[in-house]
């Protein structure tokens, strides 16, 4: 009997240079296409300051939704002496402190919650409060597989606490697909740095080029491997076609634009749902993604 | 006037009609300040004046030699970006938020700071004004305060050379990249799509600007993928009191001009589509002139 291997414990982001190239579209269906499968499956929705999977996947039913919080500090101003060493503590300006006259207040916007005023006072002045940043949703689904949403709450600025608790709760699954946030700024680099494989999805315009480039090169820095694909492939040019060869990158799946597909989309639907064919693609794509993966950690 | 275009999620077309927008004017400046993917310097290739760098943030540096690993600083650091294990104490350079508590707790010196110096932002000049674009470099922090360097020198610009007019090419989300894009300006333009996350990213978005109290208006991109949506989309905007400027067709002839590396209503002056957004494009201006 051939033994069957499976993968186990693997984590895979799903991520691109700018928005709007299709992420969103490749990691639901490629969730869904995988329903079936016997691993324990989690998508993890980072993208928190924008999460749109749920529109997709709206079998799932809410189990939970878990409050993520960020320390910031109040200050007592009857024990407060007006020293100026949590100021000086500061490193991201949110302490507003005037010697004359005497003034002291938190920006809260600005405190990214280190702790180093606390630290910094000696006169037992500084306490801390939770300040909510937002949740982190799990939706199940009938299959047992789970969608994790990180919604981050509207006027917080820093998405990357939500990021970092959402991904720790697919931590027990077998395979975790990760829909990062656009660019390459912390928030996507907080969610890829622990993947061992990143599908970029990109078009074939100079825009999507550029950040495909800046994308796969900080990806080499990190040393994760990565694959791309092409969506609305018809709708460009051959340069990012051109450009995997030369990179030696793996081209992982085309997608043509289709008037199917967008419409669908736009409706919230899904195209394996609609359509047997885009099931086995995407299902397809799994397998070469799989594929992928093995070849480099023969290497 | 300082005009700010944003859309909740990337991809809804933001670009395209920034550009479009920036190419109706005879003499504008344009500010990218998508600083994560910045972009409209590949379609206007603009002839650079001025290179400046921006310091983003801090990062920890550990000195081997003088760490006797204690564990302290593990205890210390509210980013778990600094573990213990049997190669002793280390710093994760990605985790670490550049806080710098752990060097000033540090009974051995042994942790010094770095600067994050890789970000840099341009100005320049391109075929309808001056341009200023940021770019920042993979994985460093603070877009927001990058985004207020590219407002503040295109503000500078616009005063200096008499240019009564800044667009703002924001950058996508609801964060503190696109926050620092919107605040003070004298209008915001949201682009939306009428697909159910676009919906959805544009409710979020308006929240934001009417938390600002910022003079908003919609326009919806590709408003015949789903008219129903659009017309969803409408109605909302108009029990909110924002009104939907425009609504613009798909047309494969936008990623064209975009190949082509030109704005939509250069490379495709008399099209339909470049009609409607010459109308929009009055539509705000005619204001305020
Ligand atoms: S917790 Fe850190 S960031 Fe917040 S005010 Fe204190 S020192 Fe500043
Ligand atoms: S360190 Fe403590 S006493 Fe000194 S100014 Fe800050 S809060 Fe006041």
Same mark, same amino acid.
């Given at each position: 009997m051939p033994i069957i291997v499976i993968m186990t414990g693997i984590t895979i982001a799903i991520a691109s240079g700018k928005g709007g190239t299709g992420k969103t579209f490749i990691s639901t269906n490629l969730f869904n296409s995988l329903q079936d499968s016997r691993l324990s499956i989690a998508l993890v929705d980072c993208d928190a300051e924008a999460p749109n999977d749920r529109e997709f996947l709206k079998e799932g039913v809410l189990q939970s939704s878990h409050a993520v919080n960020q320390k910031i500090p109040v200050i007592d101003k009857t024990k407060c002496t007006y020293c100026g060493k949590c100021d000086e503590y500061c490193n991201f300006n949110a302490i507003f402190f005037l010697e004359e006259p005497q003034t002291i207040e938190v920006l809260e916007d600005l405190c990214h919650g280190c702790g180093a005023c606390s630290v910094a006072c000696e006169y037992g002045a500084i306490s801390e409060k939770d300040d909510l940043l937002g949740y982190v949703n799990r939706y199940r689904f009938s299959t047992g597989k789970e969608l994790i949403e990180g919604r981050m709450e509207v006027g917080v600025l820093v998405s990357v606490g939500i990021i970092k608790e959402s991904i720790k709760m697919a931590e027990p699954f077998d395979l975790v697909l990760l829909d990062s946030p656009p660019g390459t700024g912390c928030p996507f680099i907080q969610t890829v740095y622990k993947s061992d494989y990143v599908v970029l999805v990109t078009e074939p315009t100079p825009f999507g080029l550029s950040d495909l480039k800046q994308s796969v090169a900080i990806l080499k820095e990190m040393g994760i491997p990565c694959g791309v694909i092409i969506n609305r492939a018809d709708m460009g040019t051959d340069d990012a076609q051109n450009y995997l060869k030369r990179e030696n990158i793996p081209l992982l799946m085309s997608v043509p634009f289709d008037k199917e597909i967008a419409v669908a989309y736009s409706k919230g639907e899904m195209i394996t749902n609609l359509s047997t064919e885009w099931k086995a693609k995407f299902n397809q794509l799994y397998h070469t993604i799989k594929e992928e993966f093995e070849k480099n950690k023969a290497k | 006037m300082e005009l700010a275009i944003i859309s909740g999620k990337g991809g809804t077309g933001k670009s395209s009609i920034s550009a479009a927008f920036a190419t109706l004017q005879k003499d504008i400046v344009l500010a $990218? *300040? $998508?600083? $994560? =993917? =910045? /972009?409209l310097y590949l379609l206007f290739n603009p002839e650079c004046d001025e290179e400046h760098v921006f310091i983003s943030g801090h990062k920890a540096v550990m000195d081997e030699e003088k760490c006797? /690993? *204690?564990g302290i600083c593990v205890d210390y650091c509210r980013f778990d970006a600094i573990v213990e294990n049997e190669n002793g104490v280390s710093i994760l350079e990605t985790l670490c938020e550049g806080c710098l508590l752990c060097s000033r707790i540090c009974p051995q010196g042994a942790i010094t700071v770095e600067e994050e110096d890789r970000s840099r932002y341009y100005a320049g000049r391109f075929k309808n004004g001056r341009m200023v674009y940021g770019r920042l470099a993979p994985g460093e922090e603070n877009t927001g305060k990058l985004v207020s360097k590219v407002r503040e020198k295109a503000k500078e610009i616009a005063e200096k050379f008499g240019i009564e007019h800044i667009i703002i090419d924001g950058p996508p989300g609801i964060g503190c990249s696109a926050i620092s894009a919107i605040t003070g300006v004298d209008a915001v333009i949201v682009v939306t799509e009428p697909t159910v996350s676009g919906v959805h990213d544009l409710k979020r978005t308006l929240q934001l600007t009417q938390g600002f109290k910022l003079p908003t208006s919609v326009i919806i991109n590709k408003f015949d993928i789903n008219r129903e949506l659009s017309s969803e989309i409408e109605l909302y905007c108009n029990e909110s009191g924002i009104r939907v400027i425009s609504k613009l067709p798909f047309n494969p002839i936008v990623v064209e001009a975009m190949v082509h590396c030109s704005s939509i209503t250069d490379y495709a002056h008399d099209s339909e589509i470049s009609e409607l957004i010459k109308k929009a494009h009055t539509d705000i201006f005619a204001g305020v002139r």
């Open positions: - | $990218d *300040c $998508d600083v $994560d =993917a =910045a /972009n006797i /690993n *204690c």
